[in-house]
């Protein structure tokens, strides 16, 4: 039985250490520098109601997860009413925005087209983004999705799908359609996805993100305050060095973002190519989540979302306001005191390093006011480094291909946002086909070999996003 390390207690690290020990491996250790476990899974408890600061959602497609939720006995609570306020200022139900003048019709027709677009590029990218690839062109659908998801949806004249990959590529901080690579934009947006918008199958988990991976934690190795101080690759494994331990294992996982990781750990010239670790490949952006009481806003809806702001990719520069959502009201404890709940919203921002705290707080006071509101308190302020992407360049020179190639040398192992999407969706999907890799290397079989992703590809081509 080999003994794992896997550095980071977020999504990325817990999902990968749960589905190892359902399958049996026992000598799994995850390391955590913080003494919070769930890294951008945040649930903020403030006056006896849960707050989302970071993770919120779940949706059809998140089925592994789910199953997770339901031993951890969380409920969860549908989040139907989402209201956009469109560039001629109307609000607008975001359904009826999505799919316009044309109806359900039309509508319909364009999510067939699309599901059937997503899957050939999924067979791809389950198979580890080969140039050549059973039943797809690899080499034409790496060029494709190297360029923007909005020129992509565009050439495939899918202006409904694009309306709402608004909300659910830009809104949600992933960037301006006319940036974010189609890779991304096609691993997010699963057929699944799209269903549970128009199904009204997006909902929020309560009591919430945090006590799930505080569930999934509980039955396993994880230890928290353990900064990384150096790693040291010996002939067979690693030496992990933190403030209080020395530990032993024979494979080591990454989460988290790979450029903080060099100054702790050995990288060799070809894993920071293969993982863009400080190539510029790479970038990320920042996400910022203000929990604000605030007068005189909506109540009727669970979000409101901001159309000009997101369509006008300097507005994005600007760090102007993306969405709001009402948040704390559907608690156990919240519905409880409901006479009593103040208005209480998370506000979505994307962020810039180089903004202060307070110059982002002035963009969004600025942007309350024109909605005809005032914020009375900031209650918190959270800045998250998110959504790592590679650039158009580094797709149309091969970079996710090469990246998987890598997955497994020299017994390392990568995964978190990083290695799939900013998601958890996609970061628990990712790991379970990373398992499947591992379990090869433990058992002395090449891990990134034709074999290993046709074997790969094979089980997992077939799904629409667990639809
Ligand atoms: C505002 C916001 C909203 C979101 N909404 C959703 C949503 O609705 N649905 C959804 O599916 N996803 C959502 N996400 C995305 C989701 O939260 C992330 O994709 C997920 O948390 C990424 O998991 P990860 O493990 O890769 O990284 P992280 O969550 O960042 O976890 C990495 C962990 O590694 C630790 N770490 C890093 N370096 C070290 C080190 N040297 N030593 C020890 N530990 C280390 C960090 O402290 C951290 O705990 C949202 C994210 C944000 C910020």
Known sequence: MPRLGIIGAGPGGLSLARLLTERGHADVTVLERATRIGGKSFTLHHQGLGHEMGTCYTA????????????????????????????????????????????????GVQMAKYAALWRKFHAWDVAGCPDEAEGTNGRAMRLEVAEPFGKWLKAHNLDVVARFAMRSMTIMGYGPMDQVPALYGLRWNMPSLLYSAVAHKVVEPVPGWQHLWEFLAGTMDVRLGKKI?????????????????????????????????????????????????????????????????????????????????????????????????????????????SASRPDVYVCYQPGNPKRTDAQLLEILKGDLEGEGAKIKEVLTQ??????????????????????????????????????????????????????ERMELAFAGKAPSDEAAFAMVAKKFRGDLGEF
């Open 60 to 107: 059809a497609g998140y089925t592994i997860t789910q199953k997770w939720m339901k031993e951890a006995g969380i409920t969860d609570h549908n989040l139907p009413h989402h209201y956009i306020r469109t560039t001629d200022g109307k609000l607008v139900d975001f359904a009826d925005f999505v799919l316009g003048r044309g109806g359900m019709l039309p509508g």
């Open 229 to 337: 101080e150096k790693v040291e690759r010996l002939e067979n494994g690693f030496r992990v060095h933190t403030g209080s331990d020395v530990l032993r294992f024979d494979h080591l996982v990454l989460t988290g973002a790979l450029d903080e990781a060099t100054s702790w750990f050995p990288f060799t010239a070809e894993e920071r190519a293969a993982y863009a670790v400080d190539t510029g490949a790479l970038a990320w952006r920042e996400y910022v989540t203000t929990l604000v009481h605030a007068e005189g806003w909506f109540k009727d809806a669970d979000t409101r979302s901001f159309e000009a702001n997101a369509l006008d990719s300097s507005a994005v520069a600007r760090s102007r306001l993306l969405v709001a959502r009402r948040t704390g009201d559907k608690t156990p404890v919240a519905l409880a005191r």
């Open 382 to 435: 959270c800045r998250w480094k998110y959504a790592p992407q590679l650039s158009t360049a580094a797709i149309t020179a091969g970079a996710s291909h090469r990246f998987e190639r890598q997955q497994g040398a020299g017994k390392l192992w990568i995964t978190g946002a990083s290695a799939s999407h900013e998601a958890v969706d996609n970061i628990v999907d990712y790991n379970e086909r990373l398992v």
